[in-house]
Nanobody, 116 residues
Framework: QVQLVESGGGLVQPGGSLRLSCAASGFTFSIYAMNWYRQAPGKERELVAGISSSGGRTNYADSVKGRFTISRDNPKNTMYLQMNSLKSEDTAVYYC?????????WGQGTQVTVSS
């Protein structure tokens, strides 16, 4: 079965950095586009970044452009989100996501808290 496991979240000061990982299993990772979403308290889940199956194409929410970088390592079945210059408004639970055969799969999420 499809499994997505996020890791790498934590507490960081404003201006700091974190790298999130999403370990995938149960499907052919290298042929699917992948996404990072986030959900802050009291807000709807929003798309943060997406990456094509090969990693050659990426897209970002305007709020994170220039600060976040999405990448993937297909042989390792893992996707990453490098987050730099973090702001308090980046505080959220971050989820990875894949669309496969009309179904949408989510990981359990990893908490990112940006606070001094």
């Amino acid at each position: 079965q499809v499994q997505l496991v996020e890791s790498g979240g934590g507490l960081v000061q404003p201006g700091g950095s974190l790298r999130l990982s999403c370990a995938a299993s149960g499907f052919t990772f290298s042929i699917y586009a992948m996404n990072w979403y986030r959900q802050a308290p009291g807000k709807e889940r929003e798309l943060v970044a997406g990456i094509s199956s090969s990693g050659g194409r990426t897209n970002y929410a305007d709020s994170v452009k220039g600060r976040f970088t999405i990448s993937r390592d297909n042989p390792k079945n893992t996707m990453y989100l490098q987050m730099n210059s973090l702001k308090s408004e980046d505080t959220a639970v971050y989820y990875c996501n894949v669309h496969r055969y009309g179904n949408v799969y989510w990981g359990q999420g990893t908490q990112v808290t940006v606070s001094s």
